[in-house]
């Protein structure tokens, strides 16, 4: 039910200022040649430790980079979603109404453990996800016993 106020919608009015709310609060979030930063999950697979990002559209082999370097394992790439690029046999690039889907650079940083070294590292693309395994990452140092030597006093 609509309530009407000094001759205009109220409800339409409120909704168009909420509207306006969000968008603002959004604004730069989503398009084309921003920045973001893909969901991930990180799991613990026995002694390795699994890094899942989702990452549907993106050419893996083109525009993904993953590296080791001191501790810390980046995974960075940039997407162009399909509105970002015009189809070859149209004039125009089609005009987006609502856009949800996030194209540009993207980067995602976690610290590892100590000792881990990019040769422990494989990654894997399937349906959209980037699976990017640490074998033995969590692998814990067998210990070794210390024999005391007693010594006495005397000596």
Known sequence: MALAVRGWDAFTGLDREFDQ???????GRGGSGQAF????????DGADLVFRLDLPG??????VTVEVADGTLAISGSRTT?????????PEAPRALV???????????FRLPKGVTGDQVEADY?????????RGALEQATPTKVTIRARNASE
């Open 37 to 44: 930063a893909p969901a991930a999950d990180v799991l613990r």
């Open 58 to 63: 993106v050419d893996v082999e083109q525009d």
């Open 21 to 27: 709310l969000v968008r603002g609060a959004f604004a």
């Open 99 to 109: 856009r949800e889907l996030r194209g540009g650079s993207f980067s995602r940083r």
């Open 82 to 90: 399909r509105a970002d690029a015009p189809a070859e046999d149209e």
């Open 126 to 134: 399937d349906r959209g996800v980037l699976e990017v395994r640490v």
